[in-house]
């Protein structure tokens, strides 16, 4: 695999992986009632609970992106310039 097609690639698990954040978030927005609602039928939580657990992914799901895709992206993106 050349340095290019790997740039390539996780180009666009970044982009698709932010758009699964992106929405992530946009459902705790608005729906924010019926996604609890749906939620307590299999876990007994609270709304705060929900919230915290919630904002907890959302946050270690971002971490995880920046890591696994984010910074191996600018790192071929320098090694290729030389």
């Avoid at 929405?23 to 929900?50: D, I, K, N």
């Avoid at 904002?55 to 290729?80: C, D, Q």
Wanted: net charge positive; aromatic share 14%; charged share 10%.
């Amino acid at each position: 695999m050349s340095i290019a097609i790997a740039r390539s690639m996780l180009l666009w698990c970044t982009l698709i992986n932010y758009g699964v954040l992106v929405l992530w978030a946009l459902l705790m927005l608005p729906p924010h009632g019926w996604l609890h609602r749906l939620c307590t039928r299999w876990y007994r939580v609270s709304p705060e609970q929900f919230d915290t657990v919630n904002f907890a992914g959302i946050v270690f799901y971002k971490i995880l992106i920046i890591i696994f895709n984010l910074v191996p992206f600018i790192a071929l993106l320098i090694v290729g310039r030389e």
